[in-house]
């Protein structure tokens, strides 16, 4: 899983959110590394849903245009918990051959 | 639609700009504070031409490169049926590398090819397979331009490509509607065709802008459409086998010969690793 898609799916985890409000969370989260552009982000929201993992939540018309909320599915929760996972068991591999000296991470 | 970002997100298919255009483009504007910004610009034209791909067809590796062989094939035959082509426009007067019958040849050729626009159905294929085959030994016999050599294998390659993509067509079901070439292929092919026909540039340099050129435009754009680097490696894996009939004819006397054979091959490995790359790209989130 590639790093915006992993913060797009961790920021559904709050609930529902549009567009912009997906890549300023996403920007959040990451204290500003992942910054998504309007294109990256709808391409990888569409990919998302495309593959079950999340669901366009509902819609609503801001100054005559749509906007859709998305949510993250039962699948996407279990895909991202499943990348925490992987992360932590290879932070947990840098601080055994480290001996505790590997930079700590935000989690 | 707001005025700012309506030209770079023309690059979306119509109908997915109809549905989103107007939230993709004022989600730009909120991520770049209202203002002109080359990234969201930049952003939304490559995504746009990467929607194509992903829509045209359907996310699915499969179809990346089944579209991608597709399209090889096409010009692959293009080449085959160029010079001849040009001598019945009346484009050239030059007839010294021609068959003893260049409109025979040339009626042989166009038969598979009218029937592959038809084809949709199985029936189809198979005469339109039968035709190559059939076309293929008599331009053998005549010892054909229309296949560079007389070499009856090379001959039976050449028409493969148009039995490949009459079998494609068939499999796939859905005749014209499902081959939806890249646009910078399609606007290559053009290219070659009125090359050819106009002698501007020479036949030369049109072979190399596509054997050169094509790969350098796939690997320009390995993450965004696949199916330019997939058509590039397929016209050099036919040009391999090509070249591998010339030498199995001929015989090896020369390094040329290997060099010919082993130039292709490297291409071809290198563009399918790639290609693999991109399709992987286009396809997973």
Not at chain 1, 83 to 96: C, G, I, K, Q
Not at chain 2, 192 to 216: H, K, M, N, Q, R
Request: overall charge positive; charged content about 15%; aromatic content about 8%.
């Amino acid at each position: 899983m590639r790093e915006p898609t992993y913060f797009v799916l961790l920021t559904l985890l709050g609930g529902p959110l549009h567009g912009y409000g997906i890549a300023k969370r996403a920007e959040a989260l990451s204290e500003g590394r992942v910054r998504l552009a309007a294109g990256t982000l709808y391409g990888a929201l569409d990919r998302l849903t495309d593959q079950g993992l999340i669901s366009v939540d509902s819609e609503d018309l801001v100054n005559g245009r749509r906007r859709r909320y998305y949510r993250i599915s039962q699948s996407g929760r279990q895909a991202v918990l499943a990348e925490v996972e992987r992360m932590r068991s290879s932070v947990a591999v840098a601080d055994n051959l480290s001996g505790g000296q590997a930079p700590a991470v935000a989690t | 639609m707001s005025p700012r970002y309506a030209i770079v997100v023309r690059a979306y298919p119509n109908s997915y700009r109809h549905e989103c255009g107007d939230e993709l483009v004022e989600t730009a504007n909120e991520l770049a504070d209202h203002r002109w910004s080359f990234r969201q610009a930049r952003s939304l034209a490559f995504e746009g031409l990467r929607t194509r791909a992903r829509i045209s067809t359907n996310g699915s590796p499969r179809l990346v490169w089944a579209n991608g062989i597709a399209v090889a094939l096409g010009l692959w035959y293009l080449l085959r049926t160029a010079m001849p082509m040009t001598y019945l426009l009346g484009a050239t007067g030059d007839v010294s590398g021609f068959s003893q019958s260049p409109r025979a040849t040339m009626g042989f050729a166009l038969v598979p090819l009218v029937g592959l626009v038809l084809t949709t159905r199985w029936p189809t294929a198979v005469l339109v397979t039968l035709t190559a085959i059939f076309a293929a030994i008599q331009a053998y016999q005549n010892d054909s331009r229309l296949f560079d050599h007389d070499d009856l294998v090379s001959a039976l390659i050449s028409q493969g490509a148009i039995i490949g993509l009459a079998w494609w067509l068939a499999l796939r079901g859905q005749g014209r509607r499902a081959f939806s070439p890249p646009t910078a292929i399609v606007l290559l092919a053009a290219f070659v065709a009125t090359s050819y026909v106009f002698d501007s540039p020479g036949v030369i340099e049109v072979l190399a802008l596509l054997y050169i050129g094509l790969p350098i435009l796939g690997l320009v754009m390995v993450t965004i459409d696949p199916r330019v680097l997939v058509a590039a490696t397929t016209l050099w894996l036919l040009r391999t086998i090509w070249s591998v009939s010339m030498v199995l004819a001929f015989g090896i006397d020369d390094l040329l010969y290997l060099l010919m054979i082993a130039v292709p091959m490297l291409v071809t490995g290198i563009g399918t690793m790639l290609s693999r790359y991109g399709i992987r790209r286009l396809t997973t989130p």
